[in-house]
Nanobody, 119 residues
Framework: QVQLVESGGGLVQPGGSLRLSCAASGSIFSIYVMGWYRQAPGKRELVATFTYGGSTNYADSVKGRFTISRDNAKNTVYLQMNSLKPEDTALYYC??????????????WGQGTQVTVSS
């Protein structure tokens, strides 16, 4: 079994910053992609991804403001969010494309962490 645990969400004023973390644990052989999605009322969006080889991808709405990073040794992915806007308010989910020690490859999701940007 594989678990993803997120942390770092909260309430922040417009223009502020937050850093999200997501640690994967369990029967993990390798993780190809780790990333973040967000869910706001009526909208689900891929925020950013980071492959094992170091390639990154960002939604246009966060380019230049958000930075994704990854520590492969710790099976952990981070999302540094700067210049936050009210429209960034959402439930942020961590995602990992995991191959387990038994050789099964499946997507796994965290429980979500709420980010609220408001004055």
């Amino acid at each position: 079994q594989v678990q993803l645990v997120e942390s770092g969400g909260g309430l922040v004023q417009p223009g502020g910053s937050l850093r999200l973390s997501c640690a994967a644990s369990g029967s993990i052989f390798s993780i190809y992609v780790m990333g973040w999605y967000r869910q706001a009322p009526g909208k689900r969006e891929l925020v950013a991804t980071f492959t094992y080889g170091g390639s990154t991808n960002y939604a246009d709405s966060v380019k230049g403001r958000f930075t994704i990073s990854r520590d492969n040794a710790k099976n952990t992915v981070y999302l540094q969010m700067n210049s936050l806007k009210p429209e960034d308010t959402a439930l942020y989910y961590c995602y990992a494309d995991v191959t387990t020690n038994l050789g099964y490859r499946n997507p796994y999701w965290g429980q979500g962490t709420q980010v609220t940007v408001s004055s």
